[in-house]
């Protein structure tokens, strides 16, 4: 299986935890920006046409704030220059304060099937503190213009003064709201971010306290429908997310777009973080590519049982004999012992057991070169 992701840098205004390249000042640029995706695109296509994408993803940033018309251009380039499956899962993240009607109608009808919303928490006075630009009276709008859509909501644990019950009315507004499928993670004070001086000033929640949230938050969503398949992913009974399951079995993805990254032939590589950058690779017929590394077998064996020990499917350990040629109980068999009572092993496939699954960390270290 492979992806596309395609990164759209702007937004309205940087949330306060945000580490993600976005540039709320520069929307003037967006029509330049989307004309050189458009013609990366068609340098990528050449170079993979012996590809079939099952997936293409719509991130950022914040892509639901730029012209509806460029996301239209967008999904028809990929269409046009890439070989994407028919039947592909074309995914767009949308701020629910960026939304309309007309922009979600021209989204369909372009071809986009899945939508990915910003909820983070139903409590205003929390959004307002993150940074967010749009409250719970708008969110609730936006799910009413995707009823009957394929839809997944993000909700933030740890946030300042965050209580368990603030936890339930969020996962009830997202499970109300008609999503298929609910995100559920812990916020990360990133050094650089101004959330980060609350950190310092150990106004947010400690580790035990977070993991206490996320233990309530994930029975909440069992009672409300809500299978786990990865430590933060959570949905209705089939409705995985595609492009998601696809990072997490390791297959291969194209990023485009400033600061995207890839995977494609063992070979992970990463565009520019820099906009004006980008803009002169592209305008000279180069591909914006700063950083390459092709990943040895020692790599490709830790990222493998990295990605799969997050996931509710866990590892397929004769799969992994197969791919590797080797025996995995033996060459992890101190790794096995000492997590023994943190593990669980049937039918081939070994699993973090439930509850420890949120500080899966500390296990899967012990099995990395």
Same mark, same amino acid.
């Given at each position: ?5 395609? +990164? ?26 989307? /004309? ?5 695109? &068609?340098?990528?296509g050449e170079e993979l046409k012996a590809y079939t994408f099952q997936t293409?993803?719509?991130?950022? *940033? ?14 028809a380039a990929a269409k046009k220059y890439f070989n994407l499956s028919p ?13 309309? /009607? ?23 006075? %929390? ?6 630009? +749009? ?7 936006? &799910? ?11 909700? @933030?644990? *740890? ?11 969020? =996962?009830?507004? /997202? ?5 298929? +499928?609910?995100?559920?993670? /812990? ?15 150990? !106004? ?18 069992? %009672?409300? *429908? ?12 089939? @409705?995985?997310?595609? +492009? ?7 297959? !291969?993805?194209?990023?485009?777009? #400033?600061?995207?990254?890839?995977? =494609?032939?063992? #070979? ?8 004006? !950058?980008? $803009?002169?690779? =592209? ?9 390459? %590394? !092709? ?10 049982? @990295?990605?799969?020990?997050?996931? &509710? ?44 699954? $949120? #500080?899966?960390?500390? =296990? ?6």
């Open positions: 299986m492979a992806g596309i992701y395609v +990164h759209i840098p702007f937004c309205r205004q940087k949330c306060r935890y945000c580490d993600f390249t976005s540039f709320p000042d520069k929307i003037g640029f967006a029509e330049s920006y989307m /004309a050189c995706l458009y013609h990366e695109m &068609a340098m990528r293409l993803y719509i991130g950022g *940033g914040t892509p639901s704030v730029v012209d509806e018309k460029y996301i239209a251009m967008l999904v039947q592909a899962e074309i995914t767009i993240e949308m701020n629910p304060g960026t939304v309309s /009607a007309g922009k979600i109608a021209l989204y369909k009808k372009c071809g986009i099937n899945r939508f990915s919303v910003g909820l983070q928490t139903a409590v205003d006075s %929390q959004l307002e503190d993150l940074g967010r630009c +749009h409250n719970l009276k708008e969110f609730t709008a936006c &799910a009413k213009l995707l009823k009957g859509e394929n839809f997944s909501v993000d909700v @933030m644990l *740890g946030l300042k003064g965050q209580t368990l019950e603030d936890i339930g009315k969020s =996962i009830t507004v /997202a499970a109300e709201s008609g999503a298929s +499928h609910i995100s559920m993670y /812990a916020l990360t004070p990133e050094d650089g971010t101004p959330i980060y001086t609350d950190y310092l000033n150990g !106004e947010l929640p400690d580790g035990d306290e977070v993991a206490k949230m996320y233990a309530y938050g994930a029975e909440k969503l069992k %009672q409300a *429908g809500f299978e786990r398949y990865e430590v933060s992913n959570f949905c209705k009974k089939g @409705m995985e997310s595609k +492009h998601n399951l696809n990072y997490w079995r390791r297959g !291969e993805y194209i990023g485009l777009g #400033v600061s995207a990254s890839s995977c =494609i032939a063992n #070979v992970r590589f990463t565009n520019t973080f820099d906009l004006d !950058e980008y $803009f002169k690779c =592209i305008m000279t017929n180069r591909f914006p590519v700063v950083d390459s %590394q !092709e990943i040895d077998e020692e790599g490709r064996r830790d990222e493998t049982i @990295m990605l799969a020990l997050r996931t &509710a499917e866990g590892l397929d350990t004769g799969k992994f004999n197969s791919l590797f040629n080797c025996d995995f109980e033996k060459l992890y068999s101190r790794a096995l012992e000492k997590n023994g009572k943190y593990l669980t092993c049937e039918n081939g496939r070994l699993k973090i057991k439930d509850e420890y699954l $949120f #500080v899966q960390n500390s =296990i899967i270290c012990d099995f990395l070169s």
